[in-house]
C-alpha cells in the first residue's frame, strides 16, 4: 500500500526555450509551419504542454489549499477494511479534512481509493498534511501507516490603516495595501464592512456623467510589490448622531474585506480582523462648526453656525462670551446665557460677525485629507487657489493671493469663551476655522 498526494491548482505552461541557429531561427519557422500549432505561440516562448506542480511550493493565506490523494494497493492481494484519514496540522490546530470517515470493504489489487480534499487557509506558518491509512491483510493482520506533506502558508498582502477623525464626527480610514507576492494580482473587491453604528461611502471613484469610473482604471492589476491606496468615509448613523457621549467613545469601525485572482483564476479572500481607532478626546464641552461660508465680503456681516456639545456626565450651564481681535468682529450681546445642557445633548448657536482688517491675517495649522492622493497634509499658512488665479506676491512675510482683481485675505475666527457657571470652569476656542475674505484691489500708481 502507498499514499500518493499531490497539491490541485491550475497547472502552468511549459517555457519552450527557441533554438537559435547561425543560418536563422529553425524552431520559430517550424512553429510557423505546422499547421497543429497556435498562431503567434512562436512569440510567447509557450509550449501546447502543461506542466502538473512538482510540489505543494507556497500557499497564500486566503486561497483555498485543495490536495489530491490516492491509496493504491501495490500488492498481489486484496486487503479489507481500509480508512484514509487526512488531517491538516496547524501550530494552534489540528483539522479533520477527510470528506467521508466511512470504511471501504476491500481493496484489489493495482486498485486505488482517490479522494480531494479542500480547504481555506486562515493561519500563515508551517501547516503539515497527515495521512492516515488503516487496513486489514487477507491473513487478518492489521496494519496502519502515516505519510507527512510539509508546507508553508505565505501573507500575500501587506495591510496597513491610518484614521482620521473629523470635526463633523466622520471618521476617514486610508487603507494601504501591498502586493507581496511575486506574480501580479487582479484586485476584484476591496470593501470596509462597517461597525453597527456608522454608514461607509467609498471615496475610491470619481463620478463621470451617470457612472463612476475606478481611480485605478478599469484593468485593476497590482504588480508585485506595489501599494495601492483605498479610501473611506465613515458617518455616524442617524439614530446615534445625537448621542455625543456614544459616538465619542466609540473605536471599533469596521473591517476590510479584500477579494483578488491571481495569474490563472485562482481566487483569494482576506478579512482583517475589527479596526479600532484612538477615541478622539473632546474634553467636557465640544465646539464645532455646522455652517460657515466660504468667502465673505470685507467689513459686510456673514453668519456662522456653531454645534455645543456637552461630553461630560453632568449637566452645565452655560455662558457665551465673544471676545474681538484685532480682524474679527462679533456681533451681538457678549455674556448671555446658554442655559442648562445635558449630559451628550447638544445645542445649535447662529452667531454673527465681520472682517474689519484689510491686511493678511495667517491662520493655524490645517489638517486636511486630499481624496484622490489620500495624502496627509500640514499647511501652516493657508493658500486659497483660485481656477483664475492671475498673480500671487508676498509682502513683509505675508502672502496675498489676487484673482479676478480681487484681493484674497484670510481671516480665523477665534475670541469665543465658554464658562460653565456650576464649576466656574472657562472654556476658549481660538482658530475655530478660516474664511476667505475678499476685498477689491486697487494698483497704487507709483
Keep these: 500500500m502507498r499514499v500518493i498526494c499531490m497539491c490541485v491548482c491550475i497547472p502552468a505552461c511549459t517555457c519552450v526555450y527557441m533554438c537559435v541557429h547561425s543560418t536563422g531561427d529553425l524552431f520559430g519557422r517550424l512553429m510557423k509551419e505546422d499547421p497543429s500549432t ?95 491509512v488503516s487496513y486489514t491483510t487477507q491473513a487478518g493482520e492489521k496494519l496502519y501507516f502515516r505519510k507527512f506533506f510539509k508546507f508553508q502558508v505565505l501573507k500575500p498582502l501587506d495591510v496597513k490603516t491610518k484614521f482620521y477623525n473629523a470635526e463633523t464626527d466622520e471618521v476617514f480610514l486610508e487603507a494601504q495595501i501591498q502586493n507581496i507576492t511575486t506574480s501580479p494580482m487582479f484586485m476584484e473587491k476591496v470593501s470596509l464592512e462597517p461597525s453597527m453604528m456608522y454608514n461607509v461611502t467609498e471615496l475610491n471613484t470619481v463620478e463621470t456623467g451617470d457612472e463612476g469610473t475606478s481611480t485605478f482604471g478599469k484593468m485593476s492589476y497590482l504588480q508585485p510589490m506595489d501599494t495601492r491606496q483605498y479610501l473611506y468615509c465613515l458617518k455616524p448613523k442617524s439614530e446615534f448622531a445625537e448621542k455625543a457621549g456614544v459616538i465619542k467613545g466609540v473605536t471599533v469601525i469596521g473591517k476590510l474585506d479584500i477579494v483578488w485572482k491571481t495569474n490563472l483564476g485562482e481566487k483569494g479572500r482576506l478579512q482583517t480582523s475589527q479596526l479600532q481607532r484612538m477615541a478622539p478626546g473632546y474634553g467636557d464641552v465640544r465646539l464645532s462648526l455646522e455652517m460657515i461660508p466660504d468667502t465673505v465680503n470685507l467689513e459686510e456681516p456673514f453668519d456662522i453656525t456653531c454645534k455645543i456639545t456637552n461630553c461630560s456626565e453632568r449637566t452645565m450651564d452655560l455662558v457665551l462670551e465673544m471676545c474681538n481681535t484685532r480682524s474679527i468682529h462679533w456681533c451681538g450681546v457678549s455674556g448671555r446665557q446658554l442655559g442648562k445642557v445635558s449630559p ?48 500671487t506676491f508676498a509682502v513683509d512675510n505675508r502672502l496675498m493671493i489676487v484673482a479676478n482683481h480681487h484681493l484674497l485675505v484670510f481671516q480665523s475666527i477665534s475670541g469665543l469663551r465658554l464658562t460653565d457657571t456650576f464649576l466656574k470652569r472657562t472654556y476658549e476656542y481660538d482658530d475655530i476655522a478660516q474664511v476667505c475674505v475678499v476685498c477689491p484691489y486697487m494698483s497704487r500708481e507709483s
Excluded at 502538473?52 to 511550493?57: D, I, K, S, T, W
Excluded at 481493496?107 to 492516515?132: M, N, Q, R, Y
Excluded at 489620500?374 to 499647511?379: L, Q, R
Design 38 to 132: 497556435i498562431k503567434g505561440a512562436e512569440a510567447l516562448m509557450l509550449g501546447e504542454m502543461l506542466t502538473l506542480p512538482q510540489n505543494f511550493g507556497n500557499i497564500f493565506l486566503g486561497e483555498t489549499f485543495s490536495s489530491y490523494i490516492s491509496v493504491h494497493n501495490d500488492s498481489t492481494q486484496e486487503v479489507k477494511d481500509i480508512l484514509v484519514k487526512a488531517d491538516l496540522q496547524t501550530s494552534s490546530q489540528r483539522l479533520n479534512l477527510s470528506a467521508s470517515n466511512n470504511t471501504v470493504t476491500e481493496l484489489k489489487p493495482e486498485s486505488c481509493i482517490d479522494d480531494v480534499i479542500h480547504h481555506e487557509v486562515k493561519e500563515i506558518g508551517t501547516h503539515i498534511l497527515v495521512c492516515a
Design 344 to 391: 451628550s445633548a447638544s445645542l445649535s448657536l447662529p452667531l454673527k460677525l465681520l472682517s474689519s482688517v484689510q491686511g493678511l491675517q495667517v491662520g493655524a495649522h490645517l489638517e486636511y485629507i486630499v481624496t484622490l492622493s489620500i495624502a496627509k497634509a500640514y499647511y501652516s499658512m493657508l493658500c486659497y487657489v483660485s481656477m483664475l488665479l492671475l498673480l
